[in-house]
């Protein structure tokens, strides 16, 4: 959790069409010619940034710290629309982008919304409150999104902050199931299988019909390092039934994804940030 006096908010660029797009933890979203280096517009929103823009065809979208989403026709700068979330006192530690997926624009708030808007013309489709789901405080703990959701078919499934993992139906929202498991760092999902981990070092597979838990593997950090710091757990990736977990301690663990058996540990470069496997 960080206040917003105190907190380094991120921002990205993409690439269309000979252009850059481009936030920086500024209020301000610069559009610029790749070729000559050229400003070709620039829009001053009334926060900063907290993502990196995203593209939807002729649209760009950005989110900013005070849980407002304002989409932009990506070649004049207009102001098509904009989604108002509710304004929280503290910023979530997770910056999340909006992803677009079948016309619907799905966001998630500090506020604990997560709510499904038309990228046509910015109408809401429907909205869930997340912060409902939990013992948290309201006004208090932020629940936002602690990892990237993920859209297949007609589901999304999401962890919020206060320590839900769900998987709801796009069509209208509706919860198709829940499943409480405390402090998500992230989350991939292979055939019918969620593989999720957390804080606590485990490693766990859901089962994505009903959210029951498969298996779950604890992993330990070595006693010699005395760092303070928390040990990130990246994506997981499963490849031919090995899933593989990469530590920001230097270590890459590799599982068998059917029982979750740790197979073998293996020496990698410390602080690592993406695991990216190529075929």
């Known amino acids: 959790v960080r206040t917003k006096s105190d907190s380094h908010y991120k921002g990205g660029m993409i690439y269309n069409d000979g252009k850059l797009y481009l936030t920086n933890s500024t209020r301000e979203l610069v559009v610029v010619d790749a070729k000559i280096g050229v400003v070709l517009w620039r829009y001053t929103m009334p926060d900063v940034s907290k993502s990196q823009p995203v593209l939807h065809k002729n649209i760009i979208l950005v989110m900013t710290i005070s849980n407002d989403l304002y989409a932009f026709d990506k070649n004049t700068g207009a102001l098509l629309w904009q989604n108002d979330g509710l304004?929280?006192?503290?910023?979530?530690?997770?910056?999340?982008?909006?992803?677009?997926?079948?016309?619907?624009?799905?966001?998630?708030?500090?506020?604990?919304?997560?709510?499904?808007?038309?990228?046509?013309?910015?109408?809401?489709?429907?909205?869930?409150?997340?912060?409902?789901?939990?013992?948290?405080?309201p006004g208090f703990i932020p629940v936002s999104l602690e990892s990237q959701p993920i859209v297949e078919g007609q589901n999304v499934y999401l962890t919020s902050g206060n320590g839900f993992l769900f998987k709801i139906n796009l069509a209208d929202g509706q919860i198709l199931w829940q499943k409480k498991i405390h402090d998500i760092q992230s989350m991939n999902k292979a055939g019918n299988t969620l593989f999720v981990t957390t804080n606590a070092m485990q490693v766990a597979a859901v089962s994505e019909k009903d959210g029951s838990i498969v298996w779950a593997t604890n992993l330990f950090v070595d006693p010699k390092n005395n760092s303070k710091k928390l040990v990130q757990l990246l994506t997981p990736v499963v490849i031919n039934d090995q899933l593989f977990v990469a530590a920001s301690d230097g270590k890459l663990y590799q599982f068998d994804a059917r029982d979750g058996k740790l197979t073998n540990t293996i020496d990698i470069s410390k602080d690592a940030k993406y695991l990216t496997i190529t075929d």
């Open 87 to 137: 304004e929280e006192t503290l910023a979530a530690s997770r910056d999340i982008a909006p992803i677009v997926h079948d016309g619907k624009v799905l966001i998630g708030y500090s506020s604990g919304q997560f709510v499904a808007i038309n990228a046509s013309n910015g109408e809401e489709i429907w909205e869930i409150n997340l912060s409902r789901e939990g013992e948290n405080i």
